[in-house]
Every structure is written in structure tokens, then in C-alpha cells.
């Protein structure tokens, strides 16, 4: 959905290990976002973005860090991953202030 | 801080009759108000928003929405369900300031033919 790679789709990794998330847009949006899906939680926002370097954290960023060098790019880091971080990862992206967010179509994440 | 509450974790309706999705919300100044629907193995689509201006909003597919202010909601509804609205959908609020999103947690709808 308007050009937004998440990747990888689908990875199992081990307790302890670290993950990285890479979420790619091609829309030249200026804001984005990175939100966990959970059954009975809906979405949560873990971090997000407004421009280059510039990031801030949302509800559940505890164990989580990002980064965004170039405008394209969204990274997603778990420094040590836990089986409570086994979860659907969304990144989202907008261009205006108004606008609607566009999503990507998810990582699924398990952590064994 | 906002918040967004979709009362009905699941709602059911027959193919051609009325859908409502509730939702009502909490916000500190005037609310920026969206709908999503998720597909099996996707990401949130965009139905439609409210900004300002009509309390009644048209979006994509057939749906609409009513802003009540009185009453903090802002469900969705549609005249006539099809079985392929079958999926579910997320109500999300921000307040002024450009802060991000706030979701539901969520509705399923069931349309059954």
C-alpha cells in the first residue's frame, strides 16, 4: 500500500537475540510510524517519526529503539527480544498533517 | 490524553441489512477522527476521517460515519452490508497538535448471507 516495504514479513528468533525491523517507503512521506497489533490490545504505537533523525517515543517503547537516517527508511530495533515482543509490527507513514496514515503489511515476530 | 473505546468486540448482520459499528472517544480539545478496516494478512486500509465541517462523512466502499459531539462518537455505518465487508475495523482519534494516532482495539464484523 503506497509503497510501503516492510521486511522481513515473517521471522521466529530466540530470547535475548536482537531484531531489526526495516520498514521502506517510497512516497517521500515525512512522518512515520511503528505500531505492535495485539489480540485485545488493537494497535499501539512503540515509536515514531517526523522527519529525518528527528524521533519520538509512543505508548509501548520500553525495549524498543529506532532510527531513521534518510527520509525512505523507518528501522525498528529490538535490543534484546523477549517472547512478550512476539507480535504483528506495522509501519505506517503520512504525508500531510491531515492526511491519513498508509500501512504497510506487517511483520509477524516470534520470539521463542 | 485521548482515548478511543469500541464497545463491541464482535458484531454480526445479516447480508443486505444495516451495519453499525460503534465507537466513542476522549479527547482534550477538538478530535481528528478516522476509520480503518484490516483484511486477513494486511495492513490498515483508510475508510474515512473527519476533520471538521458535516457531521455525516462519506467514505470509500459505501461507508459513512456520524460525528456526535454530545455524545463523543463517531460510529460507522452502511445501509446495506455485503458479505465481502466481512473484516475488521479500527477507530482511531488524535487531538489538535499533530500527535499521533490513538486505536480502538478493535471490531469484527460477520456479515452472513
Known amino acids: 500500500d503506497a509503497g510501503i516495504t516492510q521486511s522481513p514479513r515473517h521471522k521466529v528468533t530466540e530470547t535475548g537475540t536482537p531484531v531489526t525491523l526495516r520498514c521502506h517507503q517510497t512516497?517521500?512521506?515525512?512522518?512515520m510510524y511503528w505500531y505492535r497489533q495485539d489480540p485485545g490490545h488493537g494497535l499501539r504505537l512503540i515509536h515514531y517519526?517526523?522527519?529525518?533523525?528527528?524521533?519520538d517515543k509512543g505508548e509501548v517503547s520500553d525495549g524498543y529503539s529506532v532510527s531513521r537516517s534518510k527520509t525512505e527508511d523507518f528501522l525498528l530495533t529490538l535490543e534484546s527480544a523477549t517472547s512478550s515482543q512476539t507480535s504483528v509490527y506495522f509501519c505506517?507513514?503520512?504525508?500531510?498533517?491531515?492526511?491519513?496514515?498508509?500501512f504497510g503489511n506487517g511483520t509477524r515476530l516470534t520470539v521463542t | 490524553a485521548q482515548s478511543v473505546a469500541q464497545p463491541e468486540d464482535q458484531v454480526n448482520v445479516a447480508e443486505g441489512n444495516p451495519l453499525t459499528v460503534k465507537c466513542t472517544y476522549s479527547?482534550?480539545?477538538?478530535?481528528?477522527l478516522f476509520w480503518y478496516v484490516q483484511y486477513p494478512n494486511r495492513g490498515l486500509q483508510f475508510l474515512l476521517k473527519?476533520?471538521?465541517?458535516?457531521?455525516l462523512v462519506k467514505g470509500s466502499y459505501g461507508f459513512e460515519a456520524e460525528f456526535n459531539k454530545s455524545q463523543t462518537s463517531f460510529h460507522l455505518k452502511k445501509p446495506s452490508a455485503l458479505v465481502s465487508d466481512s473484516a475488521l475495523y479500527f477507530c482511531?482519534?488524535?487531538?489538535?497538535?499533530?500527535?499521533?494516532?490513538?486505536f480502538g482495539k478493535g471490531t469484527r464484523l460477520s456479515v452472513i448471507a
Open positions: 473527519y476533520i471538521t465541517g458535516d457531521n
Open positions: 479527547v482534550s480539545g477538538n478530535p481528528y
Open positions: 505506517a507513514t503520512k504525508g500531510q498533517d491531515n492526511s491519513p496514515l498508509h
Open positions: 482511531a482519534v488524535r487531538d489538535q497538535g499533530n500527535t499521533p494516532l490513538v
Open positions: 517519526s517526523y522527519g529525518v533523525k528527528d524521533t
Open positions: 512516497e517521500n512521506h515525512r512522518y
